[in-house]
Structure formats: C-alpha cells, structure tokens
C-alpha cells in the first residue's frame, strides 16, 4: 500500500504542535492560568482527533472497502 506522506505530516504537525504547548504548560506553569492558551490546547485537540477520525477512521476504511469492490469489478469483467 502507498503511503500518503501529506496525511503522515498533517497529523504529524498537528500533534507536534499540541505536544509543545503541554510542554510548555508543564515547565511554565503560570502559562496554564491564561484561557488563551487553553483555547489554543483545545483546539488543536479537536483537529487532531478529527484529523485521526477522518484519516484513519472510517473514512479510510471506506476508500479502501471501495477499491476491493472496484478491483472485484474489473475481475468479474475479465471473466
């Protein structure tokens, strides 16, 4: 199977990203006080779980069910 290197790195990024602010509210605890940052935090959740649902959930699932029955197509054609 192909990789797609563009959903490896979206995904990647995205929990680089939230990755850093923890960090950062780790070692830094005055900045775990700011709602901002708590904003932030939370919407990079958010796109990382739509991002992993999407890219590896369901919607993967189905592109991949769907090249099997097109495959399954061409091979009953052939016949």
Known sequence: MKRDWIKISIVTTVLLLMALIV???????EI?????????LGIFEGALLV????YYG???G???????????DKTLDGD
């Open 23 to 29: 960090i950062a509210i780790i070692f830094k605890p």
């Open 32 to 40: 775990e006080e700011n709602t901002l940052v708590a904003h932030i």
């Open 51 to 54: 991002l992993l649902n999407f």
């Open 58 to 60: 369901t919607s993967d």
């Open 62 to 72: 189905s592109k991949e069910k769907t090249k099997m029955l097109n495959k399954d």
